[in-house]
C-alpha cells in the first residue's frame, strides 16, 4: 500500500467507511482492506468494529426475530439467564 492509501484508509475507517467503500476508493479489493486493517489495528490506532447487533444489545438482526418460528425472546431469556 502507498503511503496515500494508508491515510485514506485510515481516516475512512475511522469515519465508520464500509471495506467495500473504502476498497473503492483506494482500488483494492474489499479481502486486500480487510487483511491491511487487522495487520496494522495497533500501528493505527484502529480500533475493532462491532457489528450492529452487539452495538444495539442485540445479539440477533431484526430480521432474525421477524423470521423466526421460534420464540426467540423465550429462548434468549432461558440461555442468558443465571442458572443456580
Known amino acids: 500500500m502507498t503511503r496515500q492509501q494508508i491515510e485514506v484508509i485510515v481516516a475512512m475507517y475511522k469515519e465508520d467507511c464500509s471495506y467495500s467503500e473504502i476498497a473503492?476508493?483506494?482500488?483494492?479489493?474489499e479481502h486486500m482492506v480487510k487483511h491491511w486493517v487487522r495487520n496494522n489495528r495497533g500501528a493505527y490506532a484502529l480500533d475493532r468494529r462491532r457489528n450492529l447487533a452487539e452495538k444495539s444489545n442485540n445479539p440477533?438482526?431484526?430480521s432474525a426475530w421477524d423470521d423466526s418460528k421460534w420464540n426467540i425472546k423465550?429462548?434468549?431469556k432461558l440461555i442468558t439467564r443465571r442458572w443456580t
Not at 24 to 29: A, D, L, S, W
Open 24 to 29: 473503492k476508493v483506494i482500488g483494492k479489493t
Open 60 to 62: 440477533l438482526s431484526s
Open 74 to 76: 423465550l429462548g434468549l
